[in-house]
């Protein structure tokens, strides 16, 4: 069974730019959150798609967005962006299913975003 | 504020001892915690989840302890081994979602 697949491993932008990110769940799960791991903050919720619908979001500006596609698929997007947005951006998926409250997530391993 | 805390920023250990690494929580009403691992420039691994209608879970060399009275949760790795160096984040998971919510991490380092 494959694994979360991040889409591009590395990204050097500029500041104004915007940037777009990728992720592939595991194969059935419908749940994807996205975080951001930097030195200071440690692991950050962004937000959590589940069926194409955003269901949870973290406390994040607006340049920070994303969707999530009919097959799982996510994307995050990054718009103006700020040389505080250098990170590693982690995508990660779960089954989401109502069925147990238990479930753990499955982290791909994630994008690193240069801002200059 | 820190809703989970994790004190230790790093923690050494010789190989065959045993590694305990600790984790606070302030909200009472969590329920379910996780430890993930993680390498340089990986995301993180899954590791070992307990629910608050246990004390203990173990799997291998790992076991989890959650002490809901202290608000204390902790993971326990014996024998240590070289390979388990890296950093441990304890999580919980928000009730209601998928929003996991982390500790500032530990850094486990095992000497041969």
Same mark, same amino acid.
């Given at each position: ?42 692991l ?9 619908t ?63 | ?44 691994t899954?590791?070992? =989840?307990?629910?608050s209608?246990?004390?203990?879970? #173990?799997? *291998? ?6 002490? &809901?009275?202290? +608000? ?12 388990? =160096? ?7 998971? #928000?009730g *209601? ?6 500790? &500032?991490?530990? +850094? ?5």
């Amino acid at each position: 069974k494959a694994g979360v697949t991040q889409t591009p491993r590395y990204l050097i932008k500029t500041r104004g730019q915007q940037v777009t990110l990728s992720c592939s769940p595991i194969s059935g799960h419908r749940s994807v959150s996205w975080y951001q791991q930097t030195p200071g903050q440690g692991l950050q919720f962004l937000f959590e798609y589940f069926s194409e619908t955003q269901r949870n979001k973290g406390n994040f500006p607006g340049r920070f967005s994303g969707r999530q596609f009919s097959n799982s698929r996510s994307e995050m997007n990054v718009s103006t962006l700020e040389l505080g947005d250098s990170a590693l951006y982690l995508c990660a998926s779960s089954s989401g299913a109502a069925v147990s409250r238990y479930t753990e997530a499955f982290f791909g391993q994630g994008t690193r975003l240069t801002v200059v | 504020d820190q809703q989970v805390k994790q004190n230790s920023p790093s923690l050494s250990v010789q190989e065959g001892r045993i590694s305990i690494l600790n984790c606070d929580y302030t909200n009472s009403m969590f329920d379910y915690f996780l430890w993930y691992k993680k390498y340089p420039a990986e995301g993180p691994t899954f590791l070992i =989840s307990i629910s608050s209608i246990k004390d203990k879970n #173990e799997d *291998g060399r790992f076991t989890v302890f959650l002490n &809901k009275s202290a +608000k204390h949760l902790s993971l326990h790795i014996v024998p240590s081994q070289p390979g388990d =160096s890296a950093v441990y984040f304890c999580a919980i998971m #928000e009730g *209601g979602s998928e929003k996991l919510v982390f500790g &500032k991490g530990t +850094k486990l380092t095992v000497n041969p």
